[in-house]
């Protein structure tokens, strides 16, 4: 199975912010609270959300880490080389700080929401040299502005493209991106080799998503073990883990979580949500009912037991949104009914929530 985002950066289908009491945030139990500092627990956020007032409580009580879902990607931080608006970017990583959460920097190479500029020159394509030298001019500008403010980046997203469909692929499964395709697969260790330069305190990881399937387990240890070996600073694999009610298994997932802990690598769980639907792609259900939100639930209580058993190997898990009015589901692959999040439209806490607090607290 495919999965691939795009940008969804206003609230889809029309939905406005949710009007939640100013008191919502601290009668809720608070999931960071629940995870404590072996294991975090935190969301993708919006701009939007930290200057609403109601929604940046809510932020601060449930988290104790953040990753913007947009505002730093390098589509919404420049607009021409060497420019660069950070105003968005800023503001969430000051309130991350603000509140003492770490912040998780995404991302600085991939195929999409690419700063338009990087691949063009005049009316034709940028040669391989210029392209080089902008990415590390693009990272060194970047990470440099974050350092000491971000904890951990996503240097590299969404490279392989194992047996998947769709885009195609070299021999050893790496998407045929313009970054592979202009520069060559060597554009993963020049990207590693600019922000470890930029930033050598920050966590450097390599993020994607059904990162539990094995051919692409395997594609990715053996790009890590050859980087590593020429002295590339890889620390990290980020498990993307857009998942629904009948996938992927959860033996996978823990297999997978070995196989990456036995290279020594860091481990984050960077972008979970567990959808209604039987799969991800699905577009059957128009609502939630009793029996689907139990069901979620239960797979939401599996997967954190899971994570909470592997925290000697990963160290975060978030979620991709800070509730159902706001998830990419609504519009990926097309508009559809979901709610694949811990909180609903309101931001009322669903059987979810309480499955993965109860799974945290058991764990702790």
């Known amino acids: 199975m495919s999965l691939t985002r795009r940008q969804f950066t206003a609230l889809p289908l029309g939905l406005a912010l949710p009007a939640i009491d100013s008191a919502f945030a601290a009668e809720t139990p608070s999931l960071a609270q629940a995870f404590g500092q072996r294991m975090r627990f935190g969301m993708a956020v919006r701009p939007d959300q930290i200057r609403d007032t109601a929604l940046a409580a809510f932020i601060a009580h449930q988290c104790s880490i953040l990753v913007a879902e947009n505002a730093m990607k390098p589509a919404s931080l420049s607009r021409g080389e060497g420019q660069y608006d950070f105003r968005d970017a800023d503001l969430i990583v000051d309130f991350a700080a603000k509140n003492g959460m770490l912040m998780r920097g995404h991302t600085l190479v991939w195929h999409q929401q690419a700063a338009p500029w990087m691949f063009k020159d005049g009316a034709g394509e940028v040669s391989r040299e210029k392209l080089i030298a902008r990415m590390e001019r693009y990272i060194a500008d970047v990470v440099g502005h974050f350092r000491g403010r971000v904890y951990s980046w996503d240097v590299v997203n969404e490279a392989f493209q194992n047996g998947e469909g769709g885009a195609k692929t070299d021999e050893a499964g790496m998407r045929l991106s313009e970054w592979r395709r202009i520069i060559g697969p060597e554009f993963i260790e020049i990207a590693f080799r600019a922000a470890a330069k930029a930033d050598p305190d920050a966590l450097l990881f390599y ?158």
């Open 207 to 364: 993020n994607d998503y059904e990162s539990q399937n094995p051919q692409k387990v395997e594609a990715v240890r053996k790009m890590v073990r050859g980087l590593r070996a020429k002295g590339v600073r890889i620390d990290g694999i980020g498990h993307q883990m857009h998942c629904a009610r009948k996938w992927p298994r959860v033996d996978d997932v823990a297999a997978a979580i070995e196989a990456f802990g036995a290279d020594g690598l860091k481990q984050h769980v960077t972008e979970l949500d567990i959808g209604l639907n039987d799969m991800p792609t699905d577009t059957k259900l128009t609502a939630a009912t009793d029996e689907l939100l139990q069901d979620q639930a239960r797979r939401y209580a599996e997967l954190t037991t899971l994570f909470m058993s592997k925290r000697d190997k990963l160290g975060a898990m978030l979620t991709w949104g800070i509730g159902d009015a706001y998830s990419w589901y609504l519009s990926w692959p097309r508009k559809r009914f979901e709610a694949p999040l811990l909180f609903d439209t309101r931001l009322q806490p669903k059987p979810a929530f309480h499955a993965v607090l109860e799974a945290a607290r058991a764990a702790t």
